[in-house]
């Protein structure tokens, strides 16, 4: 079970992301609980964690979002395939950083990247699945964390 001080270093990762690559901070809303299925945005990049810890780390963002922070970080191509790269480089960069701080035991996978009209992600047996909003500039994304 995710317990808060657990949360909060998918908090730290997630403001830590935009703060570098986006050199503009995003902020955080209250992380919340949901037992139902969740939809996701347009692009999702999907982390399947094992080890210790057994779950998926999610970062769902929509395009319009996506094309702004490419060009925050002064990319020129704003095509599909460059927006599936930013989505998964995101969800890898931010449970990279919780694998640091949760040790070896803390196996991440590559990401997996959905689009378009992608299944919701399921709760988990034994998982509690929490919600971070993540507001940047005029957008709304989230970080999905389910882990048992």
Known sequence: ???ERELKVFVEGTTNFFEVAAQ????IGSPYLVEEPLALHEYSGLIEVTGK??????????????????MKMHETDFGHETMRDLVGEVANTISGNARRDF??????????VLFGETPPIEPRPGAR??????????????LVVALG
């Open 1 to 3: 079970m995710l317990h």
């Open 24 to 27: 503009q901070p995003a902020s």
């Open 53 to 70: 810890r057994e779950g998926v780390v999610c970062f769902t963002a929509p395009k319009t979002m996506l094309a702004v922070l490419l």
């Open 103 to 112: 040790g070896n035991d803390f196996r991440i996978s590559p990401p997996r």
């Open 129 to 142: 699945t929490f919600v971070i909003p993540i507001h940047w500039r005029s957008h709304s994304a989230k």
